[in-house]
């Protein structure tokens, strides 16, 4: 899988994450983890150093506040950050790419794990039938089988949905750009799709 940043890049991207305001060590591990759809993930051990040097070089600012510590861009990170647009357009491109790989090694790694689900319930269904007592109907167990394979595939379906749709809205509140627009169309698609669906389970 394609490394997440070349050398230097994460320095480039924490300046940009604090573009928008001063954040919480923990606000700019989610603001990653967000970007990435929740595929990547930082560690606190990857992310603090980084920040303490930033510090350092006068790009950051560091506060106290309350318990937790914020960082902000000083005017010198911010006029690092503005000789680098090309640069970060760059990178915003390579991690597009970067998050389509992830997501499709996430999708291809639940592809395998349906295929062996499958595999583990049909020999359990095979055992069953083997024990099950005389007259029962065959048919009916695969009728039963079959409707359990589907149904986990469809919450499997589901929950992929949920975390794509969360990453996307939280990515977007990280900039204030989730209209109304975004909410009225969440609420009458989910509406549709869950009428579409109970008809077809009646």
């Known amino acids: 899988m394609t490394a997440v940043f070349a050398h230097g890049q994460l320095r480039l991207y924490l300046l940009a994450l604090l573009e928008a305001g001063p954040r ?5 591990i989610q ?3 967000d970007r990435f759809g929740g595929t990547y993930r930082p560690s606190a051990g990857t992310i603090y150093p980084r920040l303490s040097r930033l510090e350092e070089e006068g790009l950051v600012a560091r506060a106290e ?16 950050l503005d ?3 090309g640069d970060l357009a760059d990178l915003e491109a390579n991690l597009a ?11 291809d790694d639940v592809r395998e794990a349906m295929r062996g689900l499958r595999v583990d319930l049909a020999a359990a269904a095979q055992e ?12 009916a167990d695969d009728e039963r089988l079959a409707s359990h394979v589907r149904r986990v595939e469809a919450e499997a379906l589901i929950r992929r949905f949920t975390d794509e749709v969360r990453a996307d809205l939280r990515r977007a509140d990280a900039n204030a750009a989730v209209p109304q627009l975004a909410l009225d169309t969440v609420r009458t ?6 009428t579409a669906l109970r008809q077809t389970l009646h």
């Open 189 to 194: 698609v989910l509406d549709s799709a869950l």
């Open 65 to 80: 506040d309350g318990r937790k510590t914020t960082y902000s861009l000083t005017a010198a990170g911010r006029a690092e």
């Open 83 to 85: 000789a680098r647009r």
């Open 97 to 107: 790419e970067t998050v389509r790989e992830r997501a499709g090694a996430v999708r």
């Open 24 to 28: 919480h060590g923990y606000e700019v």
């Open 31 to 33: 603001a990653l983890s």
């Open 128 to 139: 069953a039938r083997a024990a099950a007592r005389p007259g029962r109907s065959e048919v």
